[in-house]
Nanobody, 127 residues
Framework: QVQLVESGGGSVHAGGSLRLSCAAS???????MGWFRHAPGKEREAVAT????????YYADSVKGRFTISQGNAQNTVFLQMNSLKFEDTATYYC?????????????????????WGPGTQVTVSS
């Protein structure tokens, strides 16, 4: 049984940084993992994805240059380093795992294609 647990959310001022962690128990092979976020009144959107086999990544345009997704020492652990946070980054952030992927290229940013989800962690950025 796959279980995802996020940690690291909190409240920061604009310009600050946070680091989110996701531990995926039960994911034993290389897999697509990603961070998504859901703000009130908006649709759930992809922030960043990574394939734990070859570490190919995808970033949403809104976070490029500010956020970094990475894999921990354990293949089933991923991090999201968030720097230069903006008010509009305020959302509940979710870790997701296991999605289809083509032979090459990044993991899909479509949240509907991810099978397993964590409960979410709140990130609040004050301006």
């Amino acid at each position: 049984q796959v279980q995802l647990v996020e940690s690291g959310g909190g409240s920061v001022h604009a310009g600050g940084s946070l680091r989110l962690s996701c531990a995926a128990s039960g994911v034993t092979n290389s897999a697509c993992m990603g961070w998504f976020r859901h703000a009130p009144g908006k649709e759930r959107e992809a922030v960043a994805t990574i394939y734990t086999g070859d570490l190919i990544t995808y970033y949403a345009d809104s976070v490029k240059g500010r956020f970094t997704i990475s894999q921990g020492n354990a293949q089933n652990t991923v991090f999201l380093q968030m720097n230069s946070l903006k008010f509009e980054d305020t959302a509940t952030y979710y870790c997701a795992a296991v999605a289809p992927r083509g032979t090459f290229g990044p993991c899909t940013p479509s949240p509907n294609l991810y099978i397993y989800w964590g409960p979410g962690t709140q990130v609040t950025v004050s301006s």
